[in-house]
């Protein structure tokens, strides 16, 4: 019963990460090399139930996923999700900060979410260790700051 039970949590596990993979092909897809990061905690709530009220679909985007996240974590007995940052298992939604990077367009349909654990969330330069934490995932992310948003020549 045992092996049984074992070949059934790899199958699990090799799913998940064919389904994680394809998200990823898809991810960099669409964005073609651009991401936007958005990470919030929970005093930003004010602020996004509104930008989710004026159509914001990245927001809304989000607040399914922290929605979803804190579900996991009240029902999870073995596998917890983990901060992007350190290896720690989240326990409780308390002073976390959810984040997602979605492509930089519009109207992104795909995205990657994150959590930070409380520790990492309340460390400084959050943005420089979710971009150490991203690399994880795209080894060769960098920040871009955008100084004419409104376009123009190079």
């Known amino acids: 019963m045992k092996s049984n039970q074992r070949r059934a949590a790899g199958r699990r596990q090799t799913q998940a990460q064919d389904v994680f993979t394809a998200g990823l092909r898809a991810i960099n897809v669409e964005a073609a090399g651009s991401l936007d990061v958005l ?25 399914r996923v922290a929605r979803r996240l804190a579900r996991k974590v009240a029902s999870a007995k073995d ?11 989240l326990h409780a939604m308390f002073g ?3 984040g997602i990077a979605v492509p930089h367009r519009a109207d992104p349909t795909v995205g990657v979410a994150f959590v930070l654990c ?3 969330a309340a460390a400084g330069d959050v943005d420089y260790r979710v971009l150490t934490g991203l690399r994880g995932i795209w080894p060769d992310a960098r920040r871009l700051v955008v100084t004419h948003p409104e376009g123009g020549r190079g």
């Open 96 to 98: 976390v900060r959810i």
């Open 79 to 89: 596998e917890r999700p983990l901060c992007l940052i350190c290896p720690a298992e």
């Open 39 to 63: 990470i919030v905690d929970a005093a930003d709530a004010p602020r996004l139930f509104l930008e989710a009220l004026s159509g914001s679909r990245v927001v809304c985007a989000l607040l």
């Open 118 to 120: 409380p520790a990492c």
